[in-house]
């Protein structure tokens, strides 16, 4: 497929040209529209192209060298659902900023460090090898730290040391394990690899090196042991880099290179990833119960929702990692209209305290009602697609014989019903306060985009129809469960 | 470090050192410049390559900051256009590795390769990776020494009770 | 033995991210914490006596597999080598910029944050 490599020279080169085109012209205001219009139409493309190759899979030889001596980019139907998710929020995100990140200075660095972190995330989810998965991860990373520490106040400079401190360290843990496995292997093709993966019984240098994948990708994904930094970091984000970060990027660099390892090239199985995704999922709930910031609730809701996906993928039976992926689209969706609807009210108010709002539907309807929307979906009220994707986990739990998991699972659906109608009191319904009367609804596109984030919330219900399932959800299902068509995969071309 | 010393002005930093390190920087600068060069074009002969060149390259831009003060360097390589370069850079790579795909070779594939016929080890004899190499060397020459130049203006000072941070441009 | 080097250089590392309340001291630790880990990518492909990997018209396939050595990993250490100077410059930058909100480089004095 020729498309393949276009998901990482588009971004990639219009990184490079936002900053080339604003160095050339003179006049500030045409250098930033520039920027925002040329980011703009790179990430509709790649969206447009996502759209482009439902139900395909494929491998790309870089350069013409086939694999293991050459680098492949690789699409099956696991891949192709983080593209799409991926570059949808990525759009959605982007045309928020275009309003949003006036109040900021230095647009180019910002356009620039956040097609660079697509690229990276679109990178991690085609690479066909493992050292481009840690180069391509790298990236992304390394974008994310400089766009957590935007803002160069005292907070965001804090966050983003703490941020890139942690996860220099799970990178250099990736690194690590790859060596690892290529001193036990001689390659680093991940599906010649997997076929060479002895079966059951690992050696010590395997159990080794998948405990230190472990590890660093629970860092990445913010898994409970290792959540410390996610609550600072994506908080002190520009608001759609926090939807970013909180909507794709600790799922892609955190749970789906985590799926990728486990099932594909280790296929091992076990209920500890389970157990995790619990206690990720209880600590989340409690700790956000008693947050007043706003975006600060919501990193602590990430960490319980990723766990919900953990606990998913960990049952390890074909219904679980449905709910699980499917709950990973839901997640990526309403987390990222939250984070959205928290930066229009900060853009208006100059606030992320809770108590120092209250009554805001008056003013700002459609913030108000799409945060309805988000909040009604995320804690799973019915009509709205979180519902079905909690029901299909507990449901896998119950049905692979883990009715205390299911217990668990209720729970916390429970307390997020809770803090979530804790924001929508304090926030949106309730008494204005009198300095509030003045404020307006938020400008054209950030507003235009949290409308079509909430229509997908309920759309993305519908998935769950037989005739779209097959074609979304249901071959990346089959990539997950099946590692031998991952180890075929490196053939077709 | 003591307060009063991070009191100082920012005026008397990076104003250049003494007459003899400057004549001996101003006779070196150039051949290293040259000798980065050197190293990029036949990184695909003998060891080094773009990375290496381009690290070259940037020392020599930083020994005239170090010798000569910010003074001198800003009318060879001010700030907007080592920005420009860098970006240049990136784009020339990945125009090179892009136009492959229209050549008939796969993405990234040497699509220059195949049409000379040229003798081993001699410059031309590798396709299009010098032309890589000096995409890469001009983006590390300008990243090398945007992070050493936007590192070293910057200094943090005690202005009445509240530090700041000066850059001196 | 040098594997064993390498282990302690990375032990130290992260050592000196995980104690050390310096926030100099923790870059300096994690670039110690990348040479070990960039030591033992490099012992990986190390062969004693070994030849450059350059296959000549000359040279039968099967001698200069046995006796050359492994090119790969020293491609995957200039990577990582190139990554982790930018990982350190950046970190380097937030250090100062810190430095100018708090007034210094100590972590127990740099708690805005609740985290």
Known sequence: ?493 | MKREEKNRAPTTELNGMSEIVKTVCNWIAGFIFLFGCYITAYGHLTPGGGFAGGVILAASFILIVLSFGKDKISPLLPRKRAEMIEAAGGLIFIFTVWTAIYAGASFCGNFIFKKWSCANFKLLSAGFIPLLNIAIALKVMAGLFLVFFVLSITRVILEGEKLKMVKEE | MIYALCFTLILVGLYGITCKKNLIKIILGFIILDYGINLFLILIGFRKDGIAPILDKSMDINTFAATSVDPLPQALVLTSIVIGLAVTALMVALATRIYERYGSFDVTKINKLKG
């Open chain 1, 1 to 493: 497929m020729k498309v393949l490599p276009y998901f990482v020279i588009l971004p990639l080169a219009g990184s490079f040209l936002v900053i080339f085109i604003d160095s050339v012209l003179k006049d500030r205001k045409v250098r930033d529209t520039v920027a925002d219009i040329l980011a703009n139409v790179i990430m509709l493309t790649l969206f447009i192209l996502t759209l482009t190759l439902f139900g395909q899979s494929c491998s790309y030889f870089v350069g013409g060298w086939r694999p293991p001596f050459g680098i492949n980019f690789l699409l099956d139907g696991l891949s192709h659902l983080m593209l799409v998710a991926v570059n949808l929020i990525a759009l959605l995100s982007g045309i928020f900023s275009i309003n949003y990140m006036s109040q900021y200075t230095a647009r180019r660095h910002y356009w620039a460090l956040f097609l660079l972190m697509l690229t990276g995330m679109n990178g991690v989810l085609l690479s066909g090898d493992f050292f481009n998965l840690f180069v391509f991860l790298e990236i992304a990373s390394v974008a994310s730290y400089a766009l957590v520490g935007f803002g160069t106040e005292a907070e965001e400079l804090e966050a983003s040391f703490k941020y890139m401190v942690m996860g220099a360290v799970a990178s250099s843990l990736v690194l690590m394990a790859v060596a690892v496995l290529y001193s036990r292997f001689g390659i680093l093709n991940m599906s010649y690899i997997s076929a060479a993966m002895p079966g059951e019984s690992f050696d010590w240098l395997l159990k080794f090196s998948l405990f230190l994948f472990i590890t660093a990708f629970s860092i990445k994904g913010a898994l409970v042991p290792f959540h410390a930094w996610l609550p600072d970091a994506h908080p002190s984000a520009p608001a759609p880099v926090s939807a970013m970060l909180s909507g794709v990027l600790i799922e892609t660099i955190g749970i789906y290179a985590l799926t990728r390892v486990i099932f594909n090239v280790f296929s091992y199985k076990s209920i500890l990833l389970a157990n995790l995704g619990v206690i990720s999922m209880m600590v989340g709930v409690l700790l956000a119960l008693g947050q007043t910031d706003i975006k600060r609730l919501l990193a602590y809701s990430s960490i319980s929702q990723v766990g919900y996906i953990v606990l998913g993928l960990g049952l390890g039976t074909p219904l679980g990692i449905f709910g699980a992926l499917f709950h990973l689209i839901n997640h990526s969706i309403f987390k990222s209209l939250l984070f959205l609807n928290s930066g229009s009210v900060f853009y208006r108010l100059k606030t992320r305290d809770l108590n120092s709002m209250g009554g805001l539907n008056k003013v700002m309807p459609v913030t108000g009602a799409t945060s309805l929307v988000a909040s009604l979906s995320i804690s799973g009220l019915p009509p709205f697609n979180g519902f079905f994707s909690k029901l299909i986990i507990i449901i896998a739990c119950v049905q692979s014989g883990h009715p205390v998991l299911a217990v668990w699972a209720v729970i916390g659906s429970v307390l997020t019903l809770a803090y979530f109608m804790k924001v929508q009191k304090l926030a949106f319904f309730g008494k204005l306060k009198e300095i509030n009367k003045e404020i307006k609804e938020s400008p054209f596109f950030m507003s235009a985009s949290v409308i079509i984030l909430a229509a997908l919330c309920l759309a993305t219900s519908f998935i769950l129809l037989p005739g779209v399932r097959n074609k979304i959800l249901t071959p990346a299902v089959n990539a997950v469960l099946n590692p031998t068509n991952y180890r075929m995969m490196v053939y077709i071309k």
